[in-house]
């Protein structure tokens, strides 16, 4: 892959840890990095998907990596992380916080512990690494965080209730957190896909429909990746998302969630 100008500039010789990099949209945000010349700290449960990626991207790109398997529905799993980086001498310079998963059906009849865990793994894992990276970045005076949020964070979404939620958390806390450490040089951007081409649909149970038009993860991965070099604080990585989020402004939001709960209704609810 042609590395990206903008990505050359801002991330060569740096050290990224990504998170998810074993699948989909972190697969290739892992690609993008080591196209432009970053190292990679690269985490998840599958440890041979992320030898083996770790292996390729090395021979491809002449990059160093490192490999460290965790689950981040683990309490322990951020400090582990930061031990096998920050603790052992590795500056991470970008952190992406990527692993994360939905469901798609009705919330009554769902695993509770699932429900449960994705708010771990997609809220409280992501304020926990971060809070355990950014003192260092912000003493280096650099660093740069990307948070996967989704386009579902732009209204409430029935039958992926607690996802869509967890997604508007991760976005407002990106958001946020950019407007308070940007004085320190650090870089903090939301990244908003909408249907992206990934493994998320078979996790979350939904059956992939033909006519829905996905996007690739390269894409979503450049496009949010350049963004957090610009100094984004958001990207919705296609025009179509873009322009449905601005029309929603100017609709009651109670029209928006009944017409969402419409389009998401699976076909046993009748
Ligand atoms: N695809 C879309 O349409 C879409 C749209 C908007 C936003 N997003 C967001 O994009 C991010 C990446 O999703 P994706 O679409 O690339 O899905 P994916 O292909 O299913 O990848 C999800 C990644 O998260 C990791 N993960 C899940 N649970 C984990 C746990 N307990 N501990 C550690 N890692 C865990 C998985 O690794 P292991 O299973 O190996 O642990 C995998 O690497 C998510 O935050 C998602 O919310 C996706």
Redesign the pocket.
């Known amino acids: 892959m042609a590395a990206s100008p903008i990505l050359t500039r801002a991330y060569k010789g740096k050290w990224a840890l990504i998170?998810?990099?074993?699948?989909?949209?972190?697969v290739a945000l892992a690609e993008e990095l080591a196209a432009a010349g970053a190292n990679l700290a690269l985490t998840?449960?599958?440890a041979d998907?992320l030898e083996a990626l770790a292996q390729r991207l090395q021979a491809q790109y002449g990059i160093q990596t490192r490999v460290i398997p965790?689950?981040?529905?683990d309490p322990k799993a951020p400090s582990l992380l930061y031990e096998a980086t920050e603790g052992l001498g590795t500056p991470i310079d970008i952190l992406v916080n990527?692993?994360?998963?939905?469901y798609l059906g009705e919330f009554q009849r769902s695993d509770r512990d699932f429900q449960r865990?994705m708010v771990d793994?997609?809220c409280a894992a992501v304020v926990d690494l971060t809070h355990r990276f950014l003192p260092r970045m912000i003493a280096r005076r650099n660093g740069d965080i990307l948070i996967?949020a989704?386009?579902?964070a732009y209204q409430p979404v029935a039958y992926m209730a607690t996802y869509a939620a967890t997604?508007v958390f991760d976005r407002y806390f990106a958001e946020a957190l950019a407007e308070e450490v940007g004085r320190f040089g650090i870089r903090v951007s939301a990244l908003c896909?909408?249907?992206?081409e990934?493994?998320?649909g078979q996790?979350a149970g939904s059956r992939k429909e033909e006519k829905r038009k996905y996007q690739s993860?390269a894409e979503v991965a450049r496009l949010g990746l350049e963004g957090l070099a610009q100094g984004k604080t958001w990207v919705i990585p296609y025009s179509g998302g873009r322009i449905q989020v601005f029309a929603q402004r100017f609709v009651p939001r109670r029209f928006i969630t009944k017409a969402a709960e419409k389009m998401f209704r699976p076909e046993t609810v009748k």
């Open positions: 998170t998810g990099a074993s699948a989909g949209i972190g998840a449960r599958r998907r965790a689950d981040l529905a990527n692993a994360g998963f939905g865990t793994v997609n996967l989704s386009t579902a997604k896909p909408g249907p992206t990934s493994e998320f996790v993860a």
